[in-house]
């Protein structure tokens, strides 16, 4: 498991910043997913499926953010571009070893949506904008479980 207060400073900050979008309820929606996905980094490949890294996106999902959203807004392609290195889709193995990368797609996922983030202290907020979102209702997540992984990853 990856150390939680590490992850906000050196990866989560630092992306969201680099796409100017950084507020506390993005960066605790994406600690929650992280707890929920890859259990806090455990895991980097979903061990019976197609997602990866640790926010366990699946490749689709991945293509689909590249194809129907950051390729329609110049200042995100740029942004993209100069944080990330990206003018192109990249390999969606990038997001196994790249945890800002990774971080940045999982934001921009959530960016897509009209919805307003949770607060950041709103356990059941985050759980189901993550369930909705994310996870989705056809998703394995279940609510209980979900939260104590989030509960024991931020302790």
Not at 109 to 138: C, F, I, M, S
Request: aromatic share 12%; net charge positive; proline share 5%.
């Amino acid at each position: 498991m990856i150390d939680n207060k590490q992850l906000r400073e050196l990866i989560i900050g630092p992306a969201l910043d680099a796409l100017q979008m950084y507020s506390k309820e993005a960066e605790e929606i994406l600690v929650f997913t992280c707890a929920s996905e890859s259990l806090g980094g455990t895991y980097l490949k979903q061990v019976k499926g197609p997602a990866l890294g640790i926010y366990q996106m699946e490749p689709a999902t991945y293509i689909d953010i590249w194809e129907n959203y950051i390729k329609y807004s110049s200042s995100l392609m740029n942004l993209v571009s100069i944080h990330f290195d990206a003018s192109r889709i990249p390999n969606p193995e990038r997001m196994i070893y790249d945890l800002r990368f990774a971080t940045a797609m999982a934001r921009l996922h959530y960016r897509r949506r009209k919805e307003p983030l949770p607060k950041a202290n709103d356990v059941e907020g985050l759980w189901q904008y993550y369930k909705k979102y994310y996870n989705t209702p056809l998703g394995k997540a279940e609510k209980e479980a979900t939260i104590k992984h989030y509960s024991k990853f931020v302790k």
